[in-house]
């Protein structure tokens, strides 16, 4: 953001601030501040993590951590799977592989009692990606 203040400033003629005053101003006229982007992150991974915080019980932490364990091998054989079908694609012509992400549920209001459904489709082979809205 810093870096296009700047060039607005060279194409207005206006000489830019510091960096740091900049962000200055950011974090304490306007109380935003500047991070790295938070990693996206599992919901079950992430249930599973604060469980293990919160049982006490020796036995059900266990299970809790075994069921985790599991969680993550499916994860690693689904990631291992598409980094297969991304192979064919390369081989094998005739071959098509698609991923499917549903992003977004929204409930309209109660008058209409409609839900709008966000998702999206990637075509691994060609790589295109479509982007999908419903109503239901």
């Known amino acids: 953001m810093y870096h296009t203040y700047v060039s607005k400033c060279q194409q207005s003629g206006t000489h830019p601030v510091k960096s740091w005053a900049y962000?200055?101003?950011?974090?304490?006229?306007?109380?935003?501040?500047?991070?790295?982007?938070?990693k996206d992150t599992c919901k079950?991974?992430?249930?599973?993590?604060?469980?293990?915080?919160?049982?006490?019980?020796?036995?059900?932490?266990?299970?809790?951590?075994?069921?985790?364990?599991?969680h993550l091998r499916k994860a690693e054989?689904?990631?291992k799977s598409l980094s297969e079908e991304k192979q064919d694609c390369s081989i094998n012509t005739d071959h098509e592989s698609i991923t499917f992400d549903l992003q977004k549920v929204h409930s309209t209001s109660l008058q209409q009692k409609a839900t709008k459904i966000n998702y999206k489709?990637?075509?691994?082979?060609?790589?295109q990606t479509h982007y999908y809205v419903t109503l239901s």
């Open 77 to 79: 054989a689904v990631r």
């Open 23 to 38: 962000q200055h101003v950011f974090n304490a006229k306007f109380n935003l501040s500047f991070h790295p982007p938070r």
């Open 44 to 70: 079950k991974c992430d249930i599973y993590k604060a469980a293990v915080t919160a049982v006490i019980d020796k036995t059900q932490k266990q299970k809790v951590r075994a069921d985790h364990e599991l």
């Open 121 to 127: 489709l990637h075509r691994i082979c060609n790589k």
